[in-house]
């Protein structure tokens, strides 16, 4: 049977063990933070015109957008426990331009507007770098790209084309000896650090008038004579819009519970390098990192010069639950320290300071979806499948779009229109998830090559293929 890289060169038990000996189990950069704003808790009822449920990315960017596009709107958002407690403060720091989770993506499946959705998307990043630096805020915001790596011979011509990378050229920008060539795309990603964006867009939308409350679960929507009713364990909100931005966590609209997944996704994040070890390496241009195997892992260098390497196993649960516990999972973690050495044997004896997981909201097309509830006067957005960074302030406009019932260049998209198709309810999505990652794992076993499972999956538009 074939191997991958990461079986055929495994680093000693020891120094896996060593590394991981003292790690925090906790997100890094949220850990990092320091002192935070805190928002008060919502006190009785109230009156808005726009709520928002949810202090992620997605809310936030949309409670912002609501006041520049709509400042005279009263706007309220609504946070269950803390802003961007979730994903969207302990993810990769990824911010790409795709809308699409990646151009196979999205050209197989709306290859009539992709152009469109390309330029888009790199208009939407353009216009997100263009708002931190207009409201200074403070998140590490580096242009800096990505290069997918080659690490297996049948992968090399895969990533062939503008942005092609050699062996030479690719360890000379950072260098690994699993690194058979890369591709490197300059302008379509930046690097971030997703809590310090997290904060600096609450503040933002607070500044100009946001009302946020966080320890406020939203419990219920109903439409009533008063307008649509938000209750939560202290009080109730009537408003006249609502944005709905829960993504893994069970949507308030019951038709599109089946619509996710969560699943779950585990990193870590070495101490800072020193000049001897980052000289090991190079990495000089501080790209983002990625190969291109299904089960892929993603990398990073931070502004303190520490790597944050995360990804491989996604894990589904049981049940579909989102709980805490599943953050613990010390198999992927041992597996991402093994991975690591493997990829940088030269920096052996370098220490993990943080690891963590946390749920990701998985749907059947890889990438973010929209609803409607309430003859339009709600709208809903889920599905970002681990590329939402970027994709949250798209979905911010789509979403006010929608609900202020604006017929725009964005919602005359197919890709906005459409809806995926659902997974199968308990018990069998269990199992249906799990031959689907053993499909994959054997694929990356066998020179990427699908069997015929997963060649039945991609024509019914259900291929898992990242």
Not at 109 to 138: F, S
Request: charged share 25%.
């Amino acid at each position: 049977m074939f191997q991958t890289v990461f079986e055929r060169q495994l680093p000693k038990d020891e120094i896996i063990r060593a590394s991981l000996a003292h790690t925090r189990h906790a997100p890094y950069w949220l850990e990092a933070l320091g002192e935070r704003p805190v928002y008060p808790r919502l006190p009785g009822e109230r009156r808005t015109e726009l709520v928002i449920v949810g202090g992620g990315l997605v809310g936030l960017w949309t409670a912002l957008l609501a006041k520049e596009r709509f400042p005279e709107q009263d706007v309220m958002l609504l946070e269950a426990r803390q802003v961007g407690w979730a994903a969207s403060g302990r993810n990769g720091g990824f911010c790409e331009a795709s809308l699409t989770h990646g151009e196979k993506n999205g050209q197989r499946r709306w290859p009539e507007e992709y152009a469109t959705l390309e330029a888009m998307g790199l208009q939407n990043l353009d216009e997100m770098e263009a708002t931190i630096a207009r409201y200074q805020i403070d998140c590490d915001f580096e242009r800096t790209g990505e290069i997918v790596v080659a690490v297996e011979p049948y992968q090399d011509e895969e990533i062939r084309g503008e942005g092609y990378l050699d062996q030479q050229q690719m360890r000379a920008e950072v260098n690994s000896p699993t690194f058979l060539s890369g591709n490197w795309d300059r302008h379509g990603t930046a690097m971030l650090n997703p809590a310090k964006l997290v904060v600096g867009l609450a503040k933002v939308a607070a500044s100009l008038g946001v009302q946020i409350h966080e320890a406020t679960p939203v419990e219920d929507i109903k439409q009533t004579p008063e307008g649509l009713v938000l209750s939560t364990p202290h009080g109730r909100v009537i408003t006249e819009r609502a944005i709905l931005a829960t993504n893994v966590f069970p949507s308030l609209l019951k038709r599109y519970r089946l619509h996710t997944l969560p699943v779950y996704d585990y990193a870590l994040m070495t101490e800072p390098l020193s000049e001897e070890q980052l000289a090991a390496i190079g990495w000089q241009n501080r790209q983002g990192l990625a190969d291109t195997a299904n089960q892929f892992h993603y990398y990073r260098i931070t502004r303190d010069n520490r790597i944050l390497f995360g990804g491989y196993d996604a894990v589904y649960y049981f049940g579909g639950q989102v709980r805490e516990e599943y953050d613990r999972h010390h198999s992927s973690f041992a597996k991402l320290a093994s991975h690591f050495f493997t990829t940088f044997p030269q920096l052996a004896g370098l220490k993990f300071s943080h690891c963590w997981g946390g749920a990701i909201d998985v749907c059947s097309r890889f990438c973010a979806f929209f609803g409607s509830a309430y003859e339009g006067r709600v709208a809903h957005a889920a599905g970002f499948t681990g590329l939402g960074v970027g994709a949250s302030r798209f979905a911010g406009n789509v979403l006010l779009d929608k609900v202020f019932g604006l017929e725009t260049e964005r919602t005359r998209l197919r890709m906005v229109k459409e809806t995926p198709l659902p997974f199968p309810p308990e018990p069998l999505a269990y199992p249906s998830v799990q031959i689907m990652q053993w499909c994959l794992d054997r694929a990356d076993h066998n020179q990427g090559k699908r069997n015929l499972f997963l060649r039945t999956m991609d024509a019914c538009g259900l291929g898992f293929e990242s």
